[in-house]
C-alpha cells in the first residue's frame, strides 16, 4: 500500500464490544491509562470508533435501551495516541498538539445513527420538563445525507463531526479537576436550587469505578481499582478539550490541544452525523460510530506561545479550533430569540439558559404546526437550521 | 419619482436632537405613542434612525462620553410606523407582520460607528471585571468595510443589521412585562446573589420617567407623565421582538412580529455595523446610524397559525427571523471553546454565562498574542469570527 | 463632512443628457480625452454614471426605443479619472492601478434596469437566429432584490457590477488596437464565413465620428475630429480592462488595471445589476444606472513585477479581477450542458461558441416548460442560475 | 449488513487490468453493450471505477508512460447499469434516470491521481503550442485535501467529481452520432484550417476496432466485430450525458439522463479530484480511480416533460444536472479576463476559444511570478481559482 494511504491506528469491530476490539477503548481521562498506538508527526492515520455507548443502542424503533441505558459507560473512546515527531521524540507538556481531520465519516456496512430523549428517570436532558419519556428516532446516511423512517418528509446533509477530541491530563491537571467538581458537588446544591428552576439534573459526576473501562488495563486489577477511582468522567469539556461537541469540526478542520502528558496521548470518539446549536435532546446531535482521518503536527513551546492560563495553575489552558473549508450552503434559514422568561412567565435575571430554552421551544413549536407530532419534534428541533423537504 | 423609489417616512438629521427630528423619535415601548407615519402592504419605505445614543458619542479618541453616557436614553427608535394593508384596513391583533429588510446602510455623510465598553461606574458590561474603565474605538466605513484608527491592521466586511425591531406592546401585555420585571427587581436580589458571582450588573430597568422621550407626545404634559411611568425600556428582547441584535439580520432578511395593537405599530433603530457572537463589550456591536429600506406584509391570523404561547396568556409569543442570502464569506474561522469554570478555577453548575465568558476571554487572549493591547483587544474580539488582515 | 465619506467626483442628473452632466461623459478610448477629476491614492470617491444607453431606453413596456436604439453611441462612461499618490505623483505607465469597488448601487429615484433583445435589423445579439425582434423587459429594484412585471413569479437578489472599466490607453496602444481591428475588418470576412454559420453579426466597429461623445473636447473642433477617427470603441474588451463584463465584480472586489498613460486616467460605466455566465441577450445583463464608491492604490512598477506580456509588444498585457467576500448563496443550481453540434444536427470542430450556444437553448427551453412565453425565457435565461421563485 | 449499506454492484480491483476485473469495463457508448448489474430504483448502490487510462499512469515522477499513452482506450467506464423501478419494471426510452450522488470518494489504498500534458507527438492539448513536451504531476490525497511533491507549497480541498456518466444510445441515435461525426471528418478539414490557427489536434475520433474494450461482449468474437466498428468514442459529451466534466458535479448532486434503451444502461467512470475551469492540460483534472455511491429514480415520461429535442429528430435532447450543497468556500479568489487576440497580436472574430486561451495563459503567467517553473504552472493553472498556501 502505497505511503499516502492512512494507516488504520485503530480499527473497529462493530460486532464486538468496547473491551473486545483489537485496541481496547477506555472511557475515562487518567494520565496513566497506556497508549494503543503511536503516530507520527506528518503521516495521515485513521482512528475508528464506536458511538457513544459503545454499540448498546439498536437499529429499531423501540426506545426501552435508552430508557434504561447505563451512563456511567459514556463515552466510549479510541486512543491514546502518542505523538512522536519525524526523529521519534515525543510531543512534550508545553506544546500544542495541531490535528487536523483529513476526512471522516461513517463505518462501511455501519451506515446509520439515532438521536433520543432520556428519560426523567435515568438522567433526563435539557428538555425533561417537556418530553419526560424516553424516545428514539433512528436516521439512515445516503452518503452526505440522513433521512429517518420515524420522522418522514425530512432528509438533509449532515456536517458530520467527532464529539469529542482531547489529551490526558497530567496528574496535577486530574486533580484540579477531581478538586472543582467535588467542590461543586458538596457545596452546590444548595446554590443551584435557589437560583434556577432548571437546575433539575444530577451534577457532575465524579470518578466512579461502575462502567470504568480503561484500555489496556485489565480490569479489577490494582492498577485498574487505584486509576477507576480517580479518573475523570468525558462528560464535560475540559482544558485538554474533550467533550466539544462543536457542530462545525468537520472535514478539513484542525485542532490545537494542550499537550499535559510526554506523547500527548490523545483520543477522540463521539461521532456525530450532525448536531444543532446546542445539546437539545439526549445529546443534540445524531449519534453514530465512524471513522477518522488525522494527521498531526507539533507545535514545540506551542502552548506559551499561544495559550494564556486562566485560574490558578499554568495548566488552566483551552484548545483552539479552526473549521475547515467544506460545509454545507443553506440559501434560508430561521433564527428563534429566546427570551430570560421561563415557560410559567417569570422573568429570571440575564439567564443565557432559560432564553436558549425558550429559542428551543419556540423552534419545536414553530416546527410542530408542519404536522410533526411532540414525539418527533424534540429530534427534529435541533436539526432545524438545516432541514430541507425533499 | 417612480413607484419603486422607497419613500423616506422616517427621514432623521443627523445634526439635529433626536427630539427635533421631523418624525420625533421615541425610547419606550407603550401602547399609546402615536404613530409617526402610515405604511402600506407591499409598499417600499425607507426609515432612518439615529445610533443607539442618540448622537451623543463623539467621533474622537476621548472615551469621556462613554464614561458619563446617560443609560436612561437609550436606545433611540424610529417610529412607531402603522401598517395597513392594501384597502386601507390596519394590521390587526392576531395577525403577523413580516417586514423585509431589502436594503440598509449608513447615513450618507454619516459613515462610521463605535465600539466602546462601559465604565465600571456607570453600569459596566459583560466583561467589567477584567476592563473596568471607559475605553472607545472609532470605526470608519468604507462600503462594505470598516477600519478602526484605533486599531491598526484590521479591516474587514461587516454585516449590518438593525439590532432593534419590534411591534408597539398592548396594554395587557405591557403589564405582563412590567409586573415580570418588578417581580424580579423586587425578589431577584437573594438568589442572583447566591448563585453566580457574574451577577454585578444592576437588574432590569424598570419604567422611569426620567430620559423617557415619547415621540409625539409632549413632554411634561398629563399624557406624557402617565406614559413615561409605565412605559417599558428597550434593553430586553421581549415578545414583540425588541433589541434581538441578531448579527445576520442583514440584506434581505424578514422578521415576522406579532401584531398586539391595531396597525401594529413597528419601530426600529440601533443599527450595527457589525456584531459578534454575543454582547462582549458596550453592546457587542459597532454603532451606527443609518437608514433601513423595507417592506411589510400582513399575515392575517398568524399568530394562531405559526406561533405557539408560552406562559399563562395567548400573548406569550415570539416573533421569528428569516436569514437572507447575502452574507460575508470567509473560508477559515476560529473557533473558541469555553467551560463552566470561573477565572478563580471554581467550578459552576452547567453555567452557559460562565462558559460563554470563558470562551470569549480566550479569544480575547488569544489575539493579544498577535501585538494588540488589552485595550484593544476586548473591542476587537467581539468581531474576531470575521477579522482578516488587510 | 467627515474626511471618510466619499467625495463625488463624478456626479449624474438622470434627467440631463450625457453631454449636459456637470462632468461630460465620453463614449470611446482615446489618450487624449482629458480627465473631468483627480482622486488621490487611499482616498474614498464616488463615481455615478448613466446607463450603458445614455437614458434613451424608457422604463415602459414598448421595445420601440430598443429596435430603434442607436449603437454607435454605447457606453457612456464617467471619467477619466486621473491617479495621484499623496506626494500628488501621478501613476506612472508601468504602474498598476488597484481599484477597490467599496460599495455599490442604484442611483437615488431611478432605481430600476432593463434587459433586452435587440432586433434583427439592428446588430441582433447572440440568439438572433431565434429571437430576431426588439424585445424589452423592465426590473424594479427593492434593494437586493429585482422583479419585472414582464416576468411574473420571478424575484431574485442581485449580484451587481461595473460591466466596464478601463484606463485610457497611450497613442501607441491605441494604433495596435485600430491596425487588428481594421485587419479583422478587412481580411476576416473570408475566414468566418466558411467556419461558422454563428457569425452572422457584424464586425467589431471600427473608430467612427458618428455618435462620438469625448468628454471635454467641444464636438466638431479639430481636436474632436482628429481624436473621434482615432479613437477605439468600448465594445470589445481589451489590454486595458474595458468592456470586461465580470458577473462577480460586486463589493469588496478589486480590480488591476494596467497604467499606459500619466495619471492612469481610467474611466467607469456600464452598471449591471446581475448578469448570466456570458452574453445571451442584448447585453446579457440587466442596465442600469448607479454609482460605484471605489479607492485606489498605485503599485509602482507593477505590471512589470505581475503581468507577462502575450504579443509583440511590451503593451499587449492583461488586467486582474479579484472577487470580493459577499456574493448571495445560493443551495440549489442546475448546469446545462451544450455540445458542438448546432441546431440543425450538424457537428462543428470544438467550438465553444456553439456549445455555449447550445446549453443556453437548453436553458431557455427548460425554463419555457414552466409557463414562460418565448418571449421572457431570452431575459429570462441569462439569470436561470439565480432565480428563485417568490 | 443493514439494508442502508449501499451495495456494491461493480468492484474494481485496482491491481488488475480493465478486462481482468469482475465486472469487465468498457470503452465505449453502444446499445448491445450487455449490463453488467441490475439496480432498483430507491436502492443506494457503489460503482466503482479505474481511472480515465485504466491504470496504465504511474505513481512515479517520469513522464514517459504519459508521452506513448494509448489514446484509443480512454475512458475506462463502469457498467452499464440497469435500472428497474420497485415493481422489477426497467427504465423505458423517454423516461429521465435521476441520478443522485450521495457520496464518493477515492478507493482505498489507490488515493493518488496525476496531471499531464500531453506530447504533441501523441494528440498534444489545448496549450500544446506552448508545452509541447509530455509532462506529469502526482497528486496524494489526505481527505479532502491534495498536495503534489512536484508543486510544492500548493495543497488545496477538491470538488471531486466523475466526469463521464452517461446512458446508453440507441441505434438510432448512435447512427445520428457516427454521421454527423463522420461528416465533419469529412468535411471538416478545409474550414478549421482556414478559421482557426488553433486547431491543430485530431479531429474526433470516429469508431475504431483498435483498444476497443466492450464489457462482456468477448473480444474477436462476430459480436464484438460489428459492435467495435459502430460504436462510439467516449471523449465528446452528446445527448446522452457522457464525458461532461462538469467541475461542481460532486457530493449531493443529481443528473437527469434521458432513456434511449431498455434499462437505460447508464455507466459513468474518468473520476476527477477537482478539475479547473475548462481543460487546459490532458484533461484538466487530476485523474483518479475512485467510487461513487449512487441512487437512481426513474421519471416516467421525463423526457417530453422536461426536455426539448434541438435537431431533426426528437433525440437531440439533453442532459440536466444539478449541483449539490456541499462545495469548498474561498473567502478570495481571481478571475482573468482573456481577449480574441491571440498570442501573434492578431485579432480574430468572437472568437470564444481563443479569448479562454488568453485567459488560461494569463493565469499561468501571473502564477510564474511566484515561484513556479513553466513545467510546473499548467498543472496548476487550472487549479488556480482554488489553490492556497498551506
Chains 1, 2, 3, 4 share one sequence.
Not at 481531520?101 to 445513527?113: A, K, Q, S, V
Not at 502528558?261 to 445539546?279: L, P
Amino acid at each position: 500500500m502505497a505511503p499516502f494511504s492512512p494507516r488504520v491506528v485503530v480499527p473497529i469491530d462493530v460486532k464486538k464490544k468496547p473491551w473486545e476490539q483489537e485496541k481496547p477503548l477506555h472511557n475515562r481521562w487518567h494520565p496513566d491509562i497506556p497508549p494503543v498506538a503511536e503516530v507520527m508527526e506528518g503521516e495521515l492515520f485513521r482512528v475508528e470508533m464506536l458511538d457513544c455507548n459503545g454499540g448498546r443502542i439498536g437499529d429499531n424503533a423501540s426506545a426501552e435501551d435508552i430508557k434504561f441505558v447505563e451512563l456511567s459507560v459514556v463515552h466510549y473512546l479510541s486512543g491514546p495516541l502518542r505523538v512522536l515527531d519525524t526523529r521519534g521524540i515525543p510531543a512534550k507538556p508545553g506544546d500544542l498538539l495541531a490535528i487536523e481531520i483529513c476526512n471522516l465519516g461513517p463505518l462501511p456496512g455501519d451506515e446509520w445513527g439515532y438521536t433520543a430523549t432520556f428519560d426523567r428517570e435515568n438522567g433526563g436532558g435539557f428538555l425533561t420538563d417537556h418530553f419526560p419519556c424516553a424516545t428514539k428516532a433512528i436516521w439512515y446516511f445516503e452518503g452526505i445525507y440522513a433521512y429517518s423512517p420515524h420522522i418522514p418528509g425530512v432528509r438533509f446533509p449532515g456536517l458530520t463531526h467527532p464529539g469529542i477530541i482531547g489529551t490526558a491530563p497530567s496528574h496535577e491537571l486530574l486533580n484540579i479537576w477531581n478538586e472543582r467538581e467535588k467542590d461543586l458537588e458538596v457545596n452546590g446544591h444548595e446554590s443551584f436550587k435557589l437560583c434556577d428552576i432548571l437546575h433539575t439534573r444530577p451534577l457532575a459526576n465524579l470518578p466512579t469505578a461502575k462502567g470504568c473501562l480503561l484500555g489496556k488495563i485489565e480490569e479489577r486489577t490494582p492498577d485498574w481499582e487505584k486509576i477507576a477511582t480517580e479518573a475523570a468522567r468525558t462528560i464535560p469539556g475540559r482544558e485538554n478539550g474533550g467533550n466539544c461537541d462543536i457542530k462545525n469540526l468537520s472535514r478539513g478542520s484542525k485542532v490545537y490541544l494542550p499537550v499535559f502528558v510526554d506523547g500527548g496521548n490523545f483520543s477522540t470518539g463521539d461521532m456525530h452525523f450532525s448536531q444543532g446549536d446546542g445539546e437539545v435532546s439526549f445529546c443534540g446531535a445524531i449519534e453514530m460510530s465512524g471513522f477518522l482521518e488525522l494527521k498531526c503536527e507539533i507545535i514545540r513551546g506551542g502552548m506559551q506561545k499561544y495559550l494564556t492560563p486562566m485560574g490558578p495553575t499554568p495548566l488552566h489552558v483551552n484548545p483552539i479550533f479552526e473549521i475547515g473549508p467544506v460545509e454545507p450552503r443553506f440559501s434560508e434559514w430561521l433564527v428563534f430569540e429566546g427570551i430570560s422568561v421561563d415557560e410559567s412567565g417569570k422573568q429570571h435575571y440575564l439567564d443565557a439558559t432559560v432564553a436558549y430554552k425558550r429559542a428551543v421551544l419556540n423552534a419545536i413549536h414553530y416546527i410542530s404546526k408542519f404536522g410533526y407530532s411532540k414525539e418527533q419534534v424534540p429530534f427534529q428541533s435541533l436539526l432545524a437550521h438545516i432541514t430541507q423537504k425533499r
